[in-house]
């Protein structure tokens, strides 16, 4: 993957490729941006760039064979870590190099891919992956090696936040004293959650979410669709270009995820001195209690946008708010007034407190239930 095939960043790949062509390249980088950036497809090219010695030019002759090596994912002095969990393959102790082939089929097919599409396609439901001890241990072994090419070694450690804690001591002096030309990179979505310990050995880049402009010209060019069309799909995204591809195809999550929010929220309205209604909210944290810890915190994130749409239009940012919902008799304009400044605060936190209890394998049945009494309260709130 090279420089010229990625979407936007300009300030981003210009930074790293003039480090690069200076030969200042720090030996630890974490890569920080929100899903659909493209943090993982300029991890690779920024790899092909130093290890390939494409400086100045990405596609000179001498560097064909490296490339394409690069272009499989297979060149060894290219090396990834993931998140892993147990499957029916892999019963006990999984690890990143487990799963290369999967891993290689996911970053080919969908570079700007989410954790949720990687387990997808892992097949794992009710799980959550982390970098354990075991992919420490790879790491160790592999940097430990003279590279292939006689040059450098790039180690792409993406979602570093599922560095459990074992793990993480045993980067820690990897980190301090690397060895020479030896490169990592980190990848997060979010700064916060990656030990502080790792984060300060690293050098951080931010990464902004992609412009529409810069959507929706790829939408037309790569997947030829028409202007309105890419316009329309670009606004929606937000800056994610994966979410743009999975509203295009119409297989984006979103569609059930919408219907069980309007089941809630109108639960949540009716259960005000309405017992029948508090049965409701019951039944319904029992359904999404039964999906993959993944997928409910994928939903709970799905909601706080919904209420941050809804205070949005309510204060009327009409130009902000880009939710379209399917069911025609749910309208955003009678949902906004019950969004207020009064209850966003208490909402928003019981959200983020459901989420961060669910992350850490709560029981997730009493975790909605106590959310969804709470929104009762909170809906009406003046």
């Given at each position: ?113 989410s954790l949720f599409d990687w387990y997808k396609l892992l097949g794992v439901a009710n799980k959550q992956g982390e970098i ?53 990179i980190l990848i997060s979505e979010n700064e916060e959650d990656i030990i502080q310990t790792i984060r300060s050995r690293c ?180």
């Amino acid at each position: 993957m090279q420089f010229s095939e990625i979407l936007g960043q300009d300030h981003i790949k210009n930074h790293l490729t003039t480090s690069a062509s200076n030969g200042r390249i720090p030996h630890a980088q974490l890569f920080i941006g929100s899903e659909g950036s493209g943090t993982l497809a300029i991890a690779i090219a920024y790899a092909q760039y130093i290890v390939c010695g494409n400086v100045g030019n990405e596609n000179s002759g001498e560097n064909t064979s490296c490339n394409l090596k690069f272009d499989h994912l297979s060149h060894p002095d290219l090396h990834f870590v993931y998140p892993s969990v147990t499957t029916e393959g892999v019963k006990t102790k999984p690890k990143s190099l487990d799963f290369i082939k999967e891993w290689r089929q996911f970053v080919s097919e969908t570079p700007y891919g989410s954790l949720f599409d990687w387990y997808k396609l892992l097949g794992v439901a009710n799980k959550q992956g982390e970098i354990r001890v075991e992919d420490a241990n790879e790491i160790v072994k592999s940097l430990s090696l003279k590279s292939h090419e006689g040059g450098y070694k790039v180690m792409i450690v993406w979602m570093a936040d599922k560095i459990n804690i074992a793990a993480s001591n045993k980067l820690l002096k990897l980190l301090e004293e690397p060895n020479e030309k030896t490169v990592f990179i980190l990848i997060s979505e979010n700064e916060e959650d990656i030990i502080q310990t790792i984060r300060s050995r690293c050098q951080v880049l931010h990464f902004k979410g992609l412009p529409e402009k810069t959507i929706s010209e790829a939408l037309l060019f790569n997947e030829g669709v028409d202007d309105k069309t890419a316009y329309k799909i670009a606004h929606q995204a937000q800056g994610n270009y994966n979410k743009a591809l999975h509203l295009l195809h119409n297989d984006t999550d979103d569609l059930p995820f919408e219907e069980w929010f309007l089941v809630w929220v109108r639960a949540a309205f009716r259960a005000k001195g309405n017992a029948a209604a508090i049965e409701d909210l019951i039944r319904w944290s029992e359904q999404i209690a039964g999906l993959g810890r993944e997928a409910q915190k994928k939903f709970l994130n799905y909601c706080i946008d919904m209420f941050r749409q809804g205070l949005l239009l309510n204060y009327e940012a009409k130009k902000l708010v880009y939710m379209e919902p399917v069911d025609e008799k749910f309208k955003l304009e009678n949902f906004a007034p019950f969004v207020t400044g009064n209850n966003i605060t208490e909402i928003f936190t019981s959200l983020s407190d459901a989420i961060y209890h669910i992350e850490r394998n709560g029981n997730a049945k009493i975790i909605l239930t106590d959310l969804s009494i709470k929104l009762t309260r909170l809906i009406h709130k003046k």
